[in-house]
């Protein structure tokens, strides 16, 4: 079983071979990119980086906010699954932030006192770190509750944020409908403008009495961490990676496709990016069977992580053999030979559309070439086939070999490449 510390040790190499490989791109193609292009690439590439530092971390980073007595210790219980931290009838005063970590789990119990210069820079500190917030209630929010997600919200108006409402059984056990409707049309009026949608206003209880125990009992909050899964931005994408919960080992069927779709959008993107350097840096991908540039096998390495296949560098590096092996075997390439020539003739008048947000249009084929086509269409290829092979438990399932190499070859003509007439 590898383990974390060799999956950060990893994770960091691929940002070094990913930040040289951008270094040499500016460095060739610099000149023939215009600003616009430049900063696109450049952008794409810091996003990539960032979600590789998060991941290196191992951690999902959540800041919990609310007032003293909104239940923040039951929630984050629940979230963890554990009772790591303390919770009473008592109001809590303390004005320090509080980490509670269980991995992948770091959740911060952020004051609930405003008020004081301090505790507002605290509660502006612990929120700019996270990945994501929840916003905690227990009904209608009252004009100190408000002051303080108002604080949050004006400095990390990008983090995404969840609107939690606890104890939500009280409501539901003691007002008629009418009246319970009336308390979420307030409540949405309140906090609808923190969050994205009105699906972000979460209702549940973090904590139910138990009459036969004479305790209260803390409960899941599923709700909640469906939520969490969807968020958008690197909290969506740790949740997914992660899987804080094992969702996609303990729950049905179409929470495991959500999950997995989700890594798949975000391992495409990476294909996109490492298929962009291969064209245009020179690497050359199915040359030789015998050859494996590093960069393919960091590619089919990042894969694996947010796949959720964790892999150490020496077994990715058997991946890529086997995958590009058996990608070049079904294909039937001769990369120097007829099919090179062919593809040369076929560019000579079209442009080409990376996949995964670099916008930027090979235009400078006299460069690169039909190689360098050639190279963008087989390095996401060996991506997709990975992905395929990750699937499928290291294996070529029932489907085999031949029929998921061909069919990722047309995934990769309909989502990689777009090809028009120059």
């Not at 235009?363 to 070439?369: R, S």
């Amino acid at each position: 079983m590898v383990s974390n510390q060799e999956i950060r040790n990893e994770i960091s190499q691929v940002q070094t071979e990913l930040q040289e490989a951008l270094e040499k791109m500016k460095e060739q193609f610099g000149k023939k990119l215009n600003e616009k292009e430049r900063q696109e690439i450049e952008n794409e590439f810091k996003e990539i980086n960032e979600l590789l530092e998060r991941l290196k971390t191992g951690l999902i980073w959540v800041a919990l906010f609310g007032k003293t007595s909104v239940g923040k210790s039951a929630i984050l219980n629940s979230l963890i699954n554990a009772d790591l931290a303390e919770v009473g009838v008592e109001h809590d005063k303390t004005i320090i932030a509080t980490s509670y970590k269980k991995e992948p789990w770091n959740i911060v119990d952020v004051p609930g006192i405003m008020g004081e210069e301090c505790n507002e820079q605290l509660a502006i500190e612990e929120a700019k770190k996270a990945h994501g917030h929840i916003f905690a209630i227990d009904g209608e929010p009252y004009q100190d509750e408000i002051e303080l997600f108002d604080l949050v919200y004006k400095n990390s108006p990008d983090i995404p944020k969840i609107v939690f409402v606890n104890k939500w059984d009280m409501v539901e056990n003691n007002k008629p409908k009418k009246d319970q409707e009336i308390i979420r049309s307030r409540i949405l009026e309140k906090m609808g403008k923190f969050v994205k949608s009105p699906e972000d206003i979460v209702y549940g209880s973090a904590m139910l009495f138990d009459q036969k125990r004479d305790q209260m009992i803390r409960q899941e909050l599923p709700q909640l961490l469906n939520r969490l899964h969807e968020s958008a931005g690197t909290l969506g994408a740790l949740m997914n990676i992660l899987d804080p919960s094992q969702r996609a080992l303990k729950l049905t069927d179409s929470i495991n496709n959500r999950i997995f779709d989700t890594r798949l959008k975000l391992a495409r993107k990476f294909i996109g990016v490492f298929s962009s350097i291969a064209a245009l840096a020179g690497v050359v991908p199915f040359a030789t069977l015998l050859v494996h540039p590093p960069l393919l096998v960091s590619m089919v390495f990042t894969i694996c992580v947010i796949m959720g296949k964790k892999q150490s560098k020496s077994e990715a590096i058997k991946i890529t053999k086997n995958v590009f092996g058996t990608s070049g075997k079904v294909i039937g390439i001769n990369f120097i030979g007829a099919i090179g020539i062919t593809i040369l003739t076929d560019m000579a008048s079209t442009v080409l559309t990376p996949f995964g947000g670099i916008g930027v249009f090979v235009g400078f084929l006299g460069d690169i070439g039909g190689i360098g086509y050639l190279n963008y269409k087989y390095t996401a290829t060996l991506g997709e086939v990975t992905v395929e092979y990750l699937r499928n438990n290291f294996s070529w399932g029932e489907e085999g070999e031949a029929k998921i190499v061909k069919r990722c070859q047309e995934q990769v003509k309909e989502i990689y490449l777009k090809l028009k007439p120059i």
